[in-house]
């Protein structure tokens, strides 16, 4: 079965844009999560969907945002770029959302310039 | 806060030497602890969880509760262990986010 497909996988924006995500997860499953990955930070938890609604919410600015359609793919949204949003995004599929059950997909590298 | 603490950033050891991967973690409740791998150019994926008492590719990693430890430990190290190792953390159940190390980047050197 397909894994976890993320688009596009390179991106170069610049500060003040905006710029969107996506993900669609593997068939069958219903919650999608969000992460970013930086080398300071590490991987950071932005947000868990499933089934359309928004479960769970780390420790990002309102800047950041997500959505999930009725398909389970989702996608997230990022405004007002800044400098320090360059990172890699990953997102994770399971079926009931929780986290043993995840699959990674292989990211969107942003870089903001 | 729940917080997960991997100290080293670079291991490096010889083939068939000892590998220990440290983990540290500050949770008050009944955490589940997981280690996740990353290959070279490959996705980051379960490599084994606490709860689950397995052994993966020699891999093993008991939770120390008493010292908040869940470090991940193989006899020989192989080659093909070279990766990049995150320890994680989930809340009580599971839940459905993780909080995870800085990761510890293993070498095996022939």
């Known amino acids: 079965k397909a894994g976890v497909t993320q688009t596009p996988r390179y991106l170069i924006k610049t500060r003040g844009q905006q710029v969107t995500l996506s993900c669609s997860p593997i068939?069958?499953?219903?919650?999608v999560s969000w992460y970013q990955q930086t080398p300071g930070q590490g991987l950071q938890f932005l947000f868990e969907?499933?089934?359309?609604?928004?479960?769970n919410k780390g420790n990002f600015p309102g800047r950041f945002s997500g959505r999930q359609f009725s398909n389970s793919r989702s996608e997230m949204n990022v405004s007002t770029l800044e400098l320090g949003d360059s990172a890699l995004y990953l997102c994770?599929?399971?079926?009931?959302?929780?986290?043993?059950?995840?699959?990674f997909g292989s990211g969107t590298r942003l870089t903001v310039v | 806060a729940q917080r997960v603490t991997q100290p080293e950033k670079l291991l490096s050891v010889f083939k068939g030497a000892p590998v220990e991967l440290k983990c540290n973690y500050s949770?008050?409740?009944?955490?589940?602890l997981f280690w996740y791998v990353q290959y070279s150019r490959q996705r980051l994926q379960l490599l084994l969880r606490?709860?689950s008492r397995e052994s993966i590719k020699g891999f093993t990693a008991d939770l120390n509760k008493g010292e908040t430890s869940f470090h991940l430990k193989k006899p020989f190290a192989q080659e093909e262990d070279s990766a990049m190792y995150y320890c994680?953390?989930?809340?009580?159940?599971?839940?459905?986010?993780?909080?995870f190390g800085t990761g510890t980047q293993l070498k095996v050197e022939l």
């Open positions: 994680a953390l989930s809340g009580t159940g599971g839940g459905n986010k993780l909080t």
């Open positions: 949770y008050s409740g009944s955490p589940e």
């Open positions: 969907y499933f089934s359309e609604t928004q479960r």
């Open positions: 606490h709860i």
């Open positions: 994770a599929s399971s079926w009931t959302g929780e986290v043993y059950g995840y699959t």
């Open positions: 068939s069958g499953h219903r919650s």
